[in-house]
Every structure is written in C-alpha cells, then in structure tokens.
DNA sequence: CAAACGTGGAA
DNA sequence: TTTCCAAGTTT
C-alpha cells in the first residue's frame, strides 16, 4: 500500500505528498481538520475550492476562533450539513481558547472536541501527528470488506470492518498508510466497477477471488425518501431591503441565512411575514438527506410594512453566495421572474414567433 | 440506536 | 427521472 502510494498519491490542497513527507514535513494540524470536518460525507471535488477560502480567510485557528459566526456560517453556504460549520467554530474557540491553539495529539483528547467523531480523531491522529491510529470511512469499509470477504450488511458490518481494519494497520507511516487506503478506494476499489486489474491489493483480496467484489459491501436498503412541501417567501421593502433571517441553530439549515418560510410538511400553514397580495411565482425543487422538498416560492412588495419575522438586509450588504442551495434555488427563481417582468414591460409586445 | 442532517455528480 | 453515494457526527 505504501509502495502504492508513494507512485500514485492524490494531490490535494491540504495535503504533504509522500515525497515531502517522508523528507520529514508534517501538514498543518489546523488544515487537516478544516479539511476532514469538510470531507465528512462530502466529495473531494467540492471541497477543494471550500477549503481554499477557509484557509485564505482564516489562516491558523486562531483567526478562525475570532471570526464571526454569520461570517463562518456564510463562507460554508452550499457545502451542507451545517453543524458541521457550528461545531467547527465551536471546536476553534475551544482549542484557541483552552489549548493554545495546538490540537491535541491524542485520539482520546481529540474525540473530547465539537465535531470530531471517531473517523475525524483517527484521521487527524495518524495523518497529522503519524499516531498508528485506525481510520473507518465509507472507503475503508468498502475497500476491508471485499479484501476479507465480509458479507455482513452495513452498518452492522461496521465492528467487524474496525477490527480487520485495526489488524493492517501498519507502526511505520500510519498516517499516508491512512490516505493510502483511502485513495485505493476512491480511484480503484471504487463502488461501481473496481479496477480490479491495476489494484495492488489484487492478490490478497477474497472477494475479487471469489468474483463477488461488485457486490461488497452489502448495504441495508434505504427507506424511500416522502415528499414535503412548504411557501417562502422573497420581499423587499420601498429600499430595496432584502427580508432575511437566520434560521435557528438547532434543526435543517441551522444557523443559516434565509428567507421566512412556513414549517415543511405533508400540508404546511401558509406563514407570510406580513399581510399582502402574494403572488406565486412558482415552485422551487430540493432534495434533502431525508425527504424531498417541493417548496412555493411568493413575492410581494413589502413597501414600508413592517413584518412580523426577519431583517431588512440592505442590497448592497446581500450576496446571494451566502445563501443554502435550497435559499439560492428561490432566489435565482425571484430573480428571473423580476428580470423576466422588466425586460416585458420595457418591451411590452414581441410576439416570439411559434416553432411547430 | 435510529433518525436527523445537504448537496452535487455519476450511473 | 431517480437512485446512489461521498474522508460522519450528534442526539
């Protein structure tokens, strides 16, 4: 696997390569947490241009620390799961705070931090500080379970799969032993079709043996996702104000930037933020971990009104950027429809001629 | 311990 | 179009 490696190594931002890193240079501790709190059910592909920001914005953990939460929480828009980025501030303050700004170098005093479970404190563990931990992703599962041939489903597979995973673990290098594993399964040992022929671990691998490999590891299968359905509503005032509010921190969209809503269920409550002459502009689409969302999207002017929910943001003070996907999907409808309603009135009558 | 918690790309 | 799934953690 080492050997593997050190030819075929992903590079990444946050990572020293096994060249530099065998010359003796440790990674950042700080960049590999930001950067496995980022990884968490999230695919290296999106979190490369994340992680990038972060780090320009915020430099050491410090910096993080004595950010401003709306900051924080903005700069993580789109990337989901956003405890993720309250637990991340939450862990920053803690060890600015009480640990000096070093994280600790032990799994134990790791897994005491906000937002580290027990994959992040292994990954941290070995990859930061060379500590013969364990790492158990979505990668190493498949890629243990087809090598022992475990055909226990997931997740009750998931001690088993810990346990031989503790048995490779190398003494020496357990920290690119670590990336190592975990690159295998995502560019060889990957879900679908595994590259069987080009794979280092070909040889020692039962389910490959045995032909079963494409069916490892057995999953439970999910439950069908329901359907809900909610309003949001998208005002501005006689200003040109946008109506925002942060949504409460427990709960979906958590801490986030957001336009009012009603609740989100089989047969929601209209809950308009101020009396008015709605109007529907249409329907916006999203599909969350649990259940898909179909959300109506009303606008109206709010003028000098003085709603019941929310902030008036200044234009000038609103990106868009910092919205959740499913607020970016309503505002981008709000947006072309406001578009759509100006370029008609400048141009009342253009008839688009009928293609048959 | 099951359920909650986002999103985008690939098949 | 729909399902699967990606470097999981918290409650």
């Known amino acids: 696997m080492l050997d593997w490696y050190d030819t075929h190594a992903r590079a990444m931002p946050w990572r020293v390569g096994p060249a530099d890193r065998r010359a003796g240079q440790r990674p950042d501790p700080y960049a590999v947490w930001l950067s496995e709190v980022m990884l968490q059910q999230t695919t290296v592909a999106t979190v490369r241009d994340y992680f990038r920001r972060f780090i320009a914005l915020w430099p050491t953990v410090d910096d993080l620390a004595a950010a401003e939460d709306a900051d924080v929480m903005a700069a993580w828009a789109g990337l989901g799961y956003y405890a993720r980025a309250r637990n991340l501030l939450k862990c920053a303050r803690v060890v600015s705070r009480d640990l000096e700004g070093r994280f600790p170098a032990s799994l134990a005093g790791l897994l005491q931090l906000p937002g580290i479970g027990p994959y992040t404190a292994a990954a941290l563990a070995s990859i930061a500080f060379d500590l013969p931990e364990t790492v158990v992703d979505g990668n190493v599962e498949r890629v243990i379970s087809r090598i022992f041939r475990v055909e226990t489903p997931l997740p009750t597979a998931k001690p088993e799969l810990t346990a031989l ?162 607020m970016r999907k309503a505002f981008d409808l709000a947006q072309a429809t406001s578009d759509n309603a100006q370029a008609s009135h400048k141009r009342p009558v253009n008839p688009v001629p009928e293609v048959p």
């Open 165 to 326: 995973a503790q048995r490779l673990t190398p003494a020496q290098r357990p920290g690119d032993y670590a990336q190592a594993i975990m690159d295998l399964g995502a560019t060889i040992c990957t879900p679908r079709n595994p590259a069987c022929g080009i794979c280092p671990w070909r040889a020692g691998c039962a389910a490959q043996a045995a032909g079963v490999q494409a069916d490892l590891p057995r999953k439970v299968p999910k439950a069908v996702k329901p359907t809900r359905r909610g309003e949001v509503y998208v005002t501005r005032n006689a200003s040109g104000d946008w109506l925002l509010e942060t949504r409460p921190e427990r709960g979906l969209l958590g801490g986030m930037l957001a336009f009012p809503t009603s609740d989100w269920s089989q047969d929601p409550a209209p809950a308009p933020p101020f009396e008015a002459d709605w109007c529907s502009i249409g329907t916006v689409k999203h599909t969350f971990t649990h259940f898909h969302l179909l959300l109506e999207v009303h606008t109206a002017d709010a003028g000098q009104k003085n709603p019941t929910r929310g902030t008036f943001i200044p234009d000038s003070r609103f990106r868009a950027a910092d919205l959740p996907t499913l």
